[in-house]
């Protein structure tokens, strides 16, 4: 039910791409432009259209990123093995819901490896940010454009009437993130902590966006939601190292 050969084929590609990243620095620019291409045109030939190309270009160059934050070579074969696995599933995803844009569990497939996309960009980005003199200002716009374009292209694909709703939805989550991010900026924590606990807030927004779209959004809903984010990321955050600077 989940094999599609093609997608199989251009995985494999795009884990061998990656592979060679983590193996040669000299490259470092050619081989991020070669992930793009490759990952851009494979989904185009698989998904056989543009559908999904802003998320997957979005998460292979986070995927680009997250390789070079992470030190350790069998850490790093772990984490190529679970980004191709994403990349698997927004190449069957995206086929599936081409054919038909009914199709439940394409659409959980899609909402899943969204998800994903968004703490990968999250955690590259914050992990960029810890590691590199720059602005937390261009921090927090790079995170209110990217949240509001990838949010404005999912909800615009279930919400077909309501375009200019969708928009206004988008724009708030992605001011919302921008927000968190702020916040986010002065806790002493990692970019896999961190980017963790702005993916269970982005979810929180994104879970009731869905719900308001599908007519299913009530008030049990966001108390349940909040209740989640308040357990999970305080569970998150209480057994996370703290980075302490002095």
Avoid: C
Avoid at 148 to 166: D, G, H, M, P
Wanted: proline residues 1%; positive net charge.
């Amino acid at each position: 039910m989940f094999l599609y050969i093609p997608a199989l084929l251009q995985t494999i590609l795009f884990a061998v791409v990656l592979k060679a990243v983590s193996l040669f620095d000299n490259f470092f620019w050619f081989l991020l432009f070669f992930l793009l291409f490759i990952s851009l045109i494979g989904a185009r030939i698989v998904i056989r259209n543009w559908l999904l190309w802003y998320s997957i270009g979005l998460f292979s160059v986070s995927s680009w990123v997250m390789l070079h934050l992470i030190d350790y070579s069998p850490e790093r074969n772990i984490f190529i093995f679970l980004s191709s696995l994403v990349y698997y599933f927004f190449l069957f995803g995206g086929y599936r819901i081409n054919k038909n844009k009914e199709d439940e569990v394409s659409r959980g497939i899609i909402a899943m490896v969204l998800m994903a996309t968004v703490f990968l960009f999250l955690s590259a980005t914050h992990g960029i940010y810890l590691n590199f003199e720059l602005s937390s200002w261009w921090l927090m716009l790079f995170y209110f454009a990217n949240i509001f374009i990838i949010s404005y292209r999912y909800f615009a694909f279930i919400e077909t009437k309501k375009k200019n709703l969708v928009m206004v939805y988008s724009l708030v989550m992605g001011f919302a993130m921008l927000e968190m991010g702020w916040v986010v900026n002065f806790w002493p924590f990692g970019y896999l902590t961190s980017g963790f606990v702005m993916l269970m807030f982005y979810y929180i927004l994104w879970d009731l966006s869905r719900d308001y779209f599908s007519g299913s959004l009530s008030k049990k809903t966001v108390l349940i939601n909040l209740i989640l984010f308040m357990i999970i990321s305080g569970m998150v955050l209480f057994s996370s190292k703290w980075l302490l600077q002095f």
